[in-house]
């Protein structure tokens, strides 16, 4: 097998050798061997965001929920942050003669912003399939929304991203549409599945434990309406069993799951959009960055009370001249557990604007403002307030290479 020398601007970030990230006249290139007939492409994107956060909770870019009005003198404070954590290189590797790819990929966004990893797996592709190995997406829609924020709109953030898993799909060619088929085992029962403190005479539950991995199933159809880019409509389930314990329970087998649905349809310079999903136990896949109510509850009876979830978005854009993109959207969250929560349904309100400006072919400027709105959380006894708000502003300018 012959060798390969690619020559990589950015090498050392991976591998901790020569010099460079940045452009060739100020760094040096390195250069990295590859066995065999593998091919290696280096790509990345640099993510800098200036974030304005007023009654908000958590850092700016961790948050998607406002601070009650009575929670400490933040509640009515505008705080200023930012962050260029989320920058992220990876390397993409393709093999034709054994007739496989893969990736690893990795970012900053950790304590002290150290490397960490974020994807790292290998896709052998068969005829007419494809299985994948390691860790990637979950194939659950996780960018249903149009916000640029790195934490998304509550109702859609969810708590599971990217693990490690084992995921066997398919594409089939329908003449004007063509149809993506996927299985996965996903190894985040664990983040799906919340656990908080009990709330009014109810005891929390804990996940102690998982012995099989999250079952999930994503069909995905891109459509060639003929008024632009072709539509894509999703649909997804996924299955979540989980050992918990609380109160009188004790590593007990609980079953969560959850589905969702979508469509986006581009009309020449208009993209309009929306999403569904919904959960029985499996809460955090609304994701909210705080009061996320737990995912089951147990009585004095040792009964247990699963709560149910259910979040909807719409959302447009329209792209006047190529470099200017603006968009809106409305997202909703509720959370229903008729006995913990006496019959009331505490739920999130999110409004977003944005318009994105592309400054060059490879970089581009981001504003966003959301209106972030919490009713009835005080059935969850998490917080006293039952109506609270806050606002945020994002500027985000990224380059993508």
């Known amino acids: 097998m012959k060798k390969r020398l690619i ?45 304005w956060i007023n009654q908000a909770t958590g850092d700016a870019d961790h948050s998607n929920m406002p601070i009650p009005d009575n929670d400490g003198y933040l509640y009515d404070k505008t705080q200023a942050e930012t962050s260029v954590g989320v920058t992220r290189i990876g390397f993409a590797f393709k093999n034709e003669d054994a007739n496989l790819n893969g990736r690893i990929e990795g970012g900053f966004f950790h304590a002290g912003n150290n490397f960490r990893l974020r994807r790292a797996y290998v896709q052998h592709n068969f005829d007419g399939f494809y299985v994948l190995i390691g860790q990637e997406w979950i194939i659950e829609e996780n960018f249903a929304s149009i916000s640029a924020g790195f934490t998304a709109p509550a109702g859609f953030d969810e708590g599971i991203l990217r693990v490690p898993q084992v995921r066997i799909g398919t594409n089939l060619d329908l003449g004007s549409a063509n149809l993506d088929l996927a299985l996965a085992f996903e190894w985040g029962n664990k983040s799906a599945v919340s656990s908080s403190a009990g709330v009014n005479g ?39 069993p989980v050992y918990v314990t609380g109160g009188s329970k004790q590593d007990e087998s609980e079953t969560s799951y959850a589905f969702g649905a979508g469509v986006n349809v581009p009309i020449s310079m208009f993209t ?41 978005n719409v959302n447009a854009t329209v792209t006047p001249i190529p470099c200017v993109t603006l968009g809106a959207e409305y997202d909703y969250v509720e959370f229903k557990n008729d006995d913990v929560f006496d019959g009331t349904k505490p739920k999130v309100h999110t409004f977003v604007g944005n318009a994105k400006i ?36 994002y500027a985000l300018y990224m380059y993508k290479f």
């Open 202 to 240: 109810y005891d929390g539950a804990a996940v102690d434990r998982y012995t099989f991995p999250t079952t999930a199933a994503r069909a995905v159809l891109h459509l060639d309406t003929g008024f632009g880019a072709p539509a894509k409509i999703y649909a997804w389930g996924s299955i979540i």
């Open 272 to 312: 309009v959009g929306g999403n569904f999903q919904y959960s029985d136990g499996a809460t955090n896949y609304a994701g909210l960055s705080d009061y996320q109510p737990a995912s089951y509850y147990i009585n004095n009876n040792g009964d247990d009370e699963d709560t149910e979830m259910y979040a909807f």
């Open 7 to 51: 020559s990589l601007v950015a090498a050392a970030a991976l591998v901790g050798g020569v010099a460079v990230a940045g452009a060739p006249q100020v760094a040096k290139a390195g250069t990295v061997t590859v066995k065999g007939d593998t091919q290696a492409t280096l790509y990345g994107f640099v993510w800098a965001q200036y974030d």
């Open 358 to 393: 592309k400054t060059t072919k490879y970089t581009t400027l981001t504003l966003e403002w959301r209106h972030m709105k919490a009713k009835d959380f005080d059935a969850t006894g998490l917080v006293d307030d039952d109506d609270f708000s806050g606002d945020q502003i």
